[in-house]
Structures are given as structure tokens and as C-alpha cells.
């Protein structure tokens, strides 16, 4: 999941520098809101999730994204073994 994340948010930067978890969206990829919005769809469709708009002012670098998307994981995991 990580590697895709990953690629999926290399689509939306211009930034030259290399992406990891520990990348900060505005300050190290130049990520406006509108480059985040379209990064996040895009990452919601590829991983069939819906991330809370709740969640989306604590994203401040590539981790809490993941982190994010990791929960997500699970819950749907959990819901699907109780279905």
C-alpha cells in the first residue's frame, strides 16, 4: 500500500525531491489544496475508501496519510468479517 501511496501522491507534485513518508505536503511538495484534493480522490478511488473530510486538515506529511489509510484498512477489514 505504501509504494502506491507513494506514486499516487508523486503524480499530483512538481517538486523535484525525492517522496517519503516523512515528505510534508505543503513545505516539501508544494501541495496547494486543490493538488490535494485531486491527490485524494485519486487515492480513494485506487484504494476503494472514502477518507473522512474530518481527517483531512491533520494531514501535514506523506505519514499521516498513511496512518489514515491504515485505519481505514481496517475498519473495512472488521466490518467485512462481521458481515
Not at 525531491?17 to 484534493?37: A, N, T
Amino acid at each position: 500500500m505504501k509504494i502506491t501511496l507513494l506514486e499516487i501522491i508523486k503524480t499530483h507534485t512538481k517538486s523535484p525531491r525525492e517522496i517519503s513518508v516523512k515528505s510534508r505536503f505543503v513545505e516539501d511538495l508544494g501541495f496547494d489544496s486543490f493538488s490535494m484534493m485531486l491527490a485524494i480522490s485519486d487515492i480513494e478511488d485506487a484504494f476503494d475508501v472514502a477518507i473522512p473530510s474530518s481527517q483531512l486538515s491533520n494531514l501535514l506529511c506523506v505519514n499521516d496519510l498513511y496512518e489514515i489509510m491504515l485505519e481505514l484498512e481496517v475498519t473495512s477489514t472488521t466490518e467485512e468479517n462481521v458481515a
